[in-house]
């Protein structure tokens, strides 16, 4: 790709101007399209074969797009979408992640239509904050869902006799590239901790709320209150369920036992 200087200052170009008039930057925009073509050049990232094989679990599994859209305005709105400056989820990662949730998902659990997509965010927050991430990565692709096994630094095992070589930081989530065994397509995402932070007060939030009926609005004069997806979008509002959950389920002292 040849980058024109003087077309990107608005500068109009002259039947009579001749190429070396110009400053021009040469810009590699390249990458290998295919699986094959990646690993006999050694690059090791088929984004083509990526992008198709997202677009074809959306299709099969329609629930996963209107999710991630509020997951990802929901990470938006805690600044939890940043990888590289501050370590959040990728929409990538995120989008590999509801995949490999929903392909783990039992056929029969059918919810009604009225009420499916509000119980999948919430059966999904509960899993994205309980699942013991710090031992277990996990693999998505063509093949079917795969759990790895993670030593306590946060290593991946070798598994099948498999070499491993990246080394992941502890405590960070591990994704393997649906086309490449070596890469973790999350290893960016270094607090990813904080980001289960938030996740976990959402669930809380959704999870604890309730709202005056009807009735009492209309004749007990009680304001319509924010809607429970606005409230998990304000951080004031998570930073206080945080606050909550941890209280609630914080060690409690017996107080059965004598003191001494």
Same mark, same amino acid.
């Given at each position: 790709?040849?980058?024109?200087? =003087? ?36 690059? &090791? ?38 990888? +590289? ?53 996990? *693999?998505? &692709? ?6 790895? *096994?993670?030593?306590?630094? &946060? ?30 397509? =999350?290893?960016?995402? +270094? ?12 669930? +809380? ?7 005056? =009926? ?24 998570? *930073? ?16 059965? =036992?004598?003191?001494?």
């Amino acid at each position: 790709l040849i980058v024109d200087t =003087a077309l990107l200052e608005g500068e109009a170009e002259t039947s009579d101007q001749s190429e070396s008039s110009h400053s021009c930057i040469p810009v590699d925009i390249t990458f290998y399209s295919r699986k094959n073509q990646s690993e006999s050049s050694g690059a &090791g990232y088929s984004p083509i074969d990526c992008r198709d094989f997202v677009k074809e679990e959306l299709e099969k599994n329609k629930i996963i797009r209107p999710i991630v859209l509020v997951l990802k305005q929901f990470l938006f709105a805690h600044d939890m979408n940043d990888v +590289y400056g501050k370590g959040g989820l990728s929409s990538h990662s995120l989008i590999l992640l509801l995949i490999f949730y929903f392909n783990s998902v039992k056929s029969e659990d059918v919810l009604p239509e009225e009420c499916e997509h509000g119980e999948w965010l919430v059966r999904i927050l509960h899993w994205l904050g309980e699942f013991p991430f710090d031992h277990i990565g996990m *693999a998505v &692709g063509t093949k079917g869902n795969e759990l790895i *096994a993670l030593d306590s630094t &946060g290593f991946k095992q070798v598994i099948q006799g498999r070499a491993v070589p990246q080394r992941e930081t502890a405590g960070c989530l591990y994704i393997e590239d649906p086309f490449n065994k070596d890469i973790n397509v =999350a290893r960016s995402s +270094y607090n990813w901790w904080q980001v289960r932070r938030v996740l976990q007060g959402a669930h +809380y939030l959704l999870t604890h709320h309730s709202e005056a =009926a009807p009735h009492q609005r209309i004749f007990g004069g009680i304001p319509e209150m924010t809607s429970p997806l606005g409230l998990i979008m304000q951080q004031s509002k998570i *930073a206080t369920a945080i606050e909550q959950a941890q209280k609630e389920f914080a060690p409690r002292k017996d107080s059965s =036992a004598k003191k001494t």
